[in-house]
């Protein structure tokens, strides 16, 4: 660009100097020997980061940017009321994605991670396969084939459907054991730190005493690898260390004293602790697991040794699993914990031009929204400004006072944490909204009565119902009075209509207990000619090209 700017500064100047065919010849040999001296523009990078926030649609990058910017007491109010996420994107360049999956409307995550991964199409569900079910080379795996470093970093389990679709190839996301298995087997990543370690760990590890001893010589925490889902007999942690040679950490303090060059780390049995958890451990200066920007940090540090550069995926996903559930004051939390991963992100990577940083999100969950509604309408203000002509200040709608966001931030446990109120063992038959009230007024900001309650408490026959399903095999749902069919996760639903009866206090909607088609925002940082490529609407399909092309030049 800036090459033909000159040029045409050289033809103007020819032009308006009368035709003078000397002085032309010598403005144009004035342009090129500045073509020669300037330098060529950056299109291939050495180290790809790419980071996910899972169900993070623009409705939710804009309740993080309200809160961080307006909300009365805002943890930013220190740091400018900026995001690092408006840092990145004020520094970079930012654009749009569409994510459908191949002949459908609506992706889910492994999906949208494989079209990502891969920059082909993809079926709903599959891992690591194009759309007619093939084995296609994910840029991890292309990375590795070229020598550079790899990574993988989520706050969910490492063999979830996002971090799996990168390193694995399955018919099914729910083939999680398999997925473990295949990771350490191909050991194509070289630093691996997440949840899950239920999926790496023999099927007997809560009965069988050599196998608890085993894995306690490994340094694995009882509260780490508690329970298996597996169906044999392997140790895959065992394996990964002895036969792989993986460095293994199950703590922070673990992952903090690592310092080789292959790493698994796995810091809770399932997922790991929610953002709300996390914020009250930070706060009493007791975690045991590391952040998401700790486990950034150390992948960070181990990659960036390899000389020939590196690949890495950070997946903030709980972000999606307050989504589902409609928990806005839980979603909150999560996207500022992201946050925190792409700030460490972002000061590891501006000063350098060597590098591509994406921040993207897989899909939106929830359709979420802050909204205004007819409920406690604003009383009327006298307001000093000489265009008011006498009247007072009265808006017809309630729009939404400022301080909801810091109520939302301090809610003090998830809408699964006052499930478990009602009952440890999720058996909702006869609750009452007086249970429902109490453990709702327990953990919210937002308080309820008994009566507005109550509808959290009604279940009614799943008319849905399919024999064997993961979900739908329940005989008997939580009550939803309107699109019902977009609640699909059986139990759970309770705290979906947790949701609505906090809904109109907190001036938030939600549309849906899955996923949503809209476009999800795209965040790139590192040479131009590089990001300003993502600067458009385009689909995940792309952005996997497009990251391919700059990392691998294919």
């Known amino acids: ?75 930013y109010n220190a740091k400018g009321n900026q995001t690092a996420l408006k840092r990145l994107g004020d520094a970079g360049q930012m654009g749009l994605s569409l994510n459908g999956p191949d002949g459908s409307l609506v992706v889910d995550s492994a999906c949208s991670a494989s079209q990502l991964a891969t920059g082909k199409p993809a ?52 083939y999680e054991s398999a997925i473990a298995a295949e990771m350490v087997d191909k050991s194509v990543v070289d630093v691996m730190l997440s949840g899950g370690a239920r999926e790496f760990i023999p ?46 950490a199950f703590d922070r303090e673990q992952l903090a004293a690592a310092d080789g060059d292959k790493l698994l780390g796995l810091f809770a049995n399932s997922g790991m602790m929610d953002a709300i958890a996390y914020k009250a451990c930070q706060q009493a200066g007791d975690c045991k697991e590391p952040s998401l920007r700790d486990m950034t940090l150390k992948a960070l540090d181990i990659l960036s040794k390899d000389p020939d550069g590196f690949f890495l995926m950070i997946e903030g996903g709980q972000i999606d699993w307050a989504g589902h559930v409609n928990d806005a004051g839980w979603m909150l939390n999560e996207l500022l914990r992201f946050d925190e991963a792409v700030d460490a992100v972002y000061e590891w990577a501006k000063e350098r031009d060597d590098t591509l940083v994406l921040v993207t999100a897989d899909h939106e969950t929830g359709s979420f929204g802050l909204s205004y509604s007819r409920k406690d309408l604003p009383e009327a203000q006298s ?57 709702i007024n327990q953990y919210s900001q937002f308080k309820v009565t008994p009566e507005q309650a109550a509808p959290v408490a009604l279940r009614e026959p799943n008319e849905y119902w399919v024999d064997g399903h993961s979900y739908l095999s329940a005989t008997v749902f ?75 030049g294919e």
């Not at 050599?210 to 169906?231: M, N, P, T, Y």
């Not at 895959?236 to 460095?247: D, F, V």
């Not at 966001?405 to 909204?433: C, E, H, I, P, R």
């Open 478 to 552: 939580p009550k939803v009075n309107d699109f019902k069919e977009f609640y699909v996760y059986a139990d759970e639903v309770h705290a979906n209509l947790i949701g609505r009866a906090l809904a109109a206090d907190q001036n938030v909607v939600w549309g849906t207990g899955t996923h949503t088609a809209a476009p999800v925002p795209v965040y790139a940082f590192g040479p131009y000619g590089v990001t300003k490529q993502f600067s458009t609407m385009q689909h995940h399909t792309e952005i996997g090209q497009k990251m391919i092309k700059a990392l691998i």
């Open 1 to 75: 660009m800036k090459h033909k700017s000159l040029l045409a500064v050289a033809i103007a100047t020819a032009l308006m100097s009368g035709c003078n065919d000397d002085k032309t010849v010598e403005v144009i040999k004035e342009v090129e020997v500045i073509k020669e001296v300037a330098p060529e523009e950056v299109t291939s990078v050495k180290n790809v980061i790419l980071m996910i926030g899972d169900g993070m649609g623009a409705q939710q990058v804009g309740l993080l940017e309200e809160y961080a910017r307006r909300a009365p007491a805002s943890t």
């Open 203 to 248: 099927q007997d590890a809560s009965s069988n005493d050599a196998v608890k001893a085993e894995l306690a010589a490994l340094g694995a925490a009882a509260s780490v690898v508690k329970k298996s889902k597996r169906k044999d007999d392997r140790n895959l942690l065992k394996e990964a260390k002895e036969s792989k040679g993986y460095q293994l």
């Open 383 to 439: 307001l000093p400004g000489d265009g008011m002509q006498g009247a007072d200040y009265q808006p017809n709608f309630n729009f939404g006072s400022l301080d909801k966001l810091d109520k939302l931030y301090a809610q003090s446990g998830t809408f699964y944490n006052m499930m478990d109120s009602v009952s440890a063992d999720w058996a909702f038959d006869g609750t009452t909204g007086d249970q429902w009230a109490a453990a």
């Open 123 to 174: 079926g709903s569900e599959m891992i690591g396969l194009d759309a007619q079910g093939y084995v296609v080379e994910t840029i991890l795996e292309m990375a590795k084939a070229k020598g550079k470093a790899t990574g993988l970093v989520s706050d969910t389990r490492l063999t979830h459907a996002t971090p799996a679709a990168f390193a694995a190839h399955q018919p099914h996301r729910s």
